[in-house]
Structures are given as structure tokens and as C-alpha cells.
């Protein structure tokens, strides 16, 4: 995972914001990872990122063994400061998602540096799976 910081400071309001996109398709999302209210997880989500970046749930990011998957796109800002996609996977636990909405908090890709318990949830998808997100 990319560890850049610009200046620590969270992006201000009206800015541009990271992109975070939540797979709900054939398997994340869906009793195929039992034990987790899907619905709460992304709710949960949305709430706590509200103002600060765009959540939008997607039907499958074709990244199935890595059920639930989560993908940090960086804002322009963070881009601009070398920020990628960062794509996460097994996000299965209140914690890693309370760790997740922290860092986009402060500023995500390129403008932040993750927690580093999110090396553990890091993973990279296919050429094809990136162009068909990136698209």
C-alpha cells in the first residue's frame, strides 16, 4: 500500500473526495460471508463518510475470495500527490472498517497514511478487474 502524506490535514469541505467502492455482488454482501449485516456494514459506512467521500455499492468487482471488497479511489488532490486505487479485501470486522473510514477520513490515498493493520486487508486485483472499475 502507497504511504504518502502531503500535509496530514483532512481535505476541506466542498473539496473533491475519494471514491469508496463497496462490492455487493455475488458474494460480498451476501450470506456467503455469514455472520455480518451487510446492509449495517454499508449503512455504517455511508453514515460516517458522509461530506467526506462518495460511498456508491457496485453488483461485483469480480474479486470473489476476497469477499467483502473495498476500493479506496484517491480525490484529485490525493492523486495529484500519487495516491492509487487501494483495494481491500476480507473486510469482515467493525474495526477494520472503523480503521477504513478513519483514514479516508483524514484524507486516503496519497494524502494520509493508512493504519497499518490495513497492510493486512491489501490486495491486488487483476489487470482486467482494474480496467473495468477504472472504466
Not at 471488497?69 to 484517491?74: A, R, S
Not at 487501494?86 to 477494520?96: H, K, S, Y
Request: glycine fraction near 10%; charged fraction near 20%; charge should be positive.
Amino acid at each position: 500500500m502507497s504511504r504518502r502524506r502531503t500535509s496530514g490535514a483532512a481535505p476541506s469541505a466542498g473539496a473533491p473526495q475519494c471514491m469508496v467502492t463497496v462490492c455487493r455482488g455475488c458474494c460480498c454482501g451476501t450470506p456467503k460471508v455469514p455472520g455480518l449485516d451487510h446492509a449495517a456494514q454499508l449503512s455504517s459506512l455511508k453514515t460516517e463518510l458522509d461530506g467526506v467521500a462518495r460511498v456508491r455499492a457496485v453488483n461485483c468487482l469480480d474479486a470473489c475470495e476476497q469477499a467483502n471488497v473495498i476500493v479506496v479511489q484517491p480525490s484529485p488532490a490525493g492523486r495529484a500527490a500519487g495516491g492509487a486505487p487501494v483495494w481491500l479485501g476480507l473486510v469482515n470486522d467493525p474495526d477494520a472498517m472503523a480503521d477504513i473510514a478513519a483514514w479516508i477520513r483524514a484524507g486516503g490515498p496519497g494524502l494520509a497514511d493508512p493504519p497499518d493493520i490495513l497492510d493486512l486487508y491489501a490486495f491486488g486485483p487483476s489487470r482486467r478487474v482494474r480496467r473495468t472499475l477504472e472504466a
